[in-house]
């Protein structure tokens, strides 16, 4: 015979011959509930990224900064008997004229190659836009610069840029021009420009994929209107494709200038920060504070100093997509 209904202690009514709901929702007593099982179970599968995060990041990031704040050389690391300096391998890199040398030519080398880069990925981008025969093949073999490791991209322009063999002075000679072939790699005053050409080659494909989604996402209808209106093509692209493609833009820029500020493959490969320390940027400049003189201390504190204009301009761009999205929202609420 069925329970009649009537009210528990929690005000809910018994359902007919079953238990109250909030049993119902529990299961039996001791059991975990289908959300907290659910739970536990993301926490399951985050569980080994945390893990690749924390010994392969969180780890030796803390390793440095306490490597950074002790006397640690060849004879301290061996003997284990690393000593308390605070501050002091700090000053010693930045009292250092070599390291304020290799910041200016990382400012140099990052700028020169992100307004080549951002400059030609947009003509390539504008370009591949347009549908034309051969487009994809065109397209995919561009990538190639870009899928190549960098090691193999800096060994092909050190044999391009060669001074006896090289094919750039090959060509020069080719078409009459003989008398400018030069020591590209050799000579200070050409050396840097020489790597900044190579990693602009490395960069260019990523800088057109990114800025050719922008393109496409800009409505055709808007350059057809335009287009009704009497505008020309440069009107158009002045009026209609700049400021659409800002938001583009600006990520592309401050991505570009998160990696190329630490390159260290295609230069070291190149020229090894050579001739005369004219290549030594400051990812050069920490590997040989490391293991060219063995001051693991200050190795350290010129290495966190490197971060800081990568972190810096990450914590923009983290703001500035929180305040965009912020701006969608509003917007779209209105």
């Excluded at 002075?169 to 020489?194: E, I, K, Q, R």
């Excluded at 063995?294 to 983290?318: D, I, K, N």
Aim: hydrophobic share 50%; aromatic share 14%.
């Amino acid at each position: 015979m069925p329970l009649p209904r009537s009210r528990g202690r929690q005000g809910l009514l018994f359902p007919r011959g079953g238990l109250p709901y909030p049993a119902v929702l529990r299961g039996r007593r001791g059991q975990p509930s289908p959300s907290s099982r659910r739970r536990r179970q993301a926490y399951l599968f985050c569980l080994p990224g945390m893990a690749f995060l924390g010994l392969f990041l969180a780890y030796p990031l803390f390793y440095n900064v306490w490597t950074s704040v002790h006397d640690v050389e060849l004879g301290t690391l061996l003997s284990g008997g690393e000593r308390f300096t605070g501050l002091a391998n700090y000053r010693a890199v930045v009292s250092d004229p070599a390291f304020w040398h290799s910041v200016r030519l990382s400012l140099l080398f990052t700028l020169g190659s992100l307004v080549f880069q951002f400059a030609i990925g947009f003509a390539l981008a504008l370009l591949f836009a347009r549908p034309f025969p051969l487009n994809g093949l065109l397209r995919s073999l561009l990538l190639v610069a870009w899928l190549l490791p960098p090691v193999v991209s800096g060994t092909l322009f050190r044999w391009l840029l060669d001074a006896e063999s090289g094919a750039y002075n090959s060509l020069l000679s080719a078409v009459g021009l003989g008398t400018l072939s030069h020591d590209w790699l050799t000579d200070p005053s050409t050396a840097l420009a020489g790597v900044i050409f190579a990693n602009v080659w490395v960069g260019v494909p990523f800088n057109m994929l990114l800025l050719l989604v922008g393109l496409h996402t800009i409505d055709p209808e808007l350059y057809e209107a335009a287009a009704i209106d009497g505008a020309g093509t440069w009107q158009r692209f002045r009026w209609i494709t700049l400021p659409l493609m800002r938001p583009v833009s600006v990520t592309v820029l401050l991505l570009g200038l998160i990696y190329t500020f630490k390159v260290f493959d295609v230069i070291f490969v190149m020229t090894g920060g050579g001739p005369v320390d004219a290549t030594r940027v400051l990812s050069l400049y920490v590997y040989e504070v490391f293991f060219r003189f063995f001051r693991f201390g200050q190795g350290a504190a010129a290495g966190l100093l490197l971060l800081v204009v990568p972190l810096l301009v990450g914590a923009f761009y983290v703001r500035r997509l929180r305040r965009e999205a912020r701006e969608e929202a509003v917007g779209g609420a209105a």
